[in-house]
């Protein structure tokens, strides 16, 4: 019966510890498909920040805290703290040749429209109340640009943040 019983011990922990390896084999992947070159002057939506995002690219939060952290170490052309209202705000540094990409978060009941001149890019996101909506637009720039500028139009119940770079 001993015999039989050290079998069986030895075949449980066998068991369990191919269970366990298979689990860790076939865990959650964490599996990131990657960001789609885009085509010269066409946006493309992508989330802004790790927590889950909608079907449009849109990722909430709790508030709107800070602006937008950069992303891939490009270069700040603009950076706003969260604020209410419309805005007009000049870009610190000139248009280059490239990737030119704009992260804006909102929150607060109404329509938020970005404005990008002299490139003429423009995108509209829908804010909600209690809820951080966030989304980042990007486009790629064949010839470079000189001064510009982000016109932002919001009603005053809405708080948003944005950071442009490049």
Do not use: Y
């Amino acid at each position: 019966m001993s015999i039989s019983l050290g079998r069986t011990r030895s075949s449980f922990a066998l068991a369990t510890a191919v269970v366990a390896g298979v689990l860790a084999l076939t865990g959650c992947s964490g599996e990131e498909k990657p960001a789609s070159a885009a085509p010269a002057a066409s946006p493309t939506r992508h989330a802004a920040s790790p927590p889950a995002a909608d079907r449009a690219g849109h990722v909430e939060r709790e508030t709107v805290s800070r602006a937008p952290e950069p992303v891939d170490d490009g270069k700040v052309l603009l950076s706003v703290e969260p604020r209410k209202g419309n805005a007009e705000l000049p870009l610190t540094r000139e248009i280059g040749v490239g990737n030119l990409d704009i992260q804006v978060d909102c929150q607060g009941k109404g329509t938020l429209d970005v404005d990008l001149k002299p490139v003429e890019f423009s995108f509209s996101l829908e804010c909600v109340d209690g809820k951080v909506r966030s989304t980042s637009n990007e486009i790629r720039l064949k010839s470079a640009r000189g001064e510009g500028s982000v016109r932002i139009t919001a009603p005053s119940t809405v708080t948003w943040a944005l950071t442009v770079q490049q």
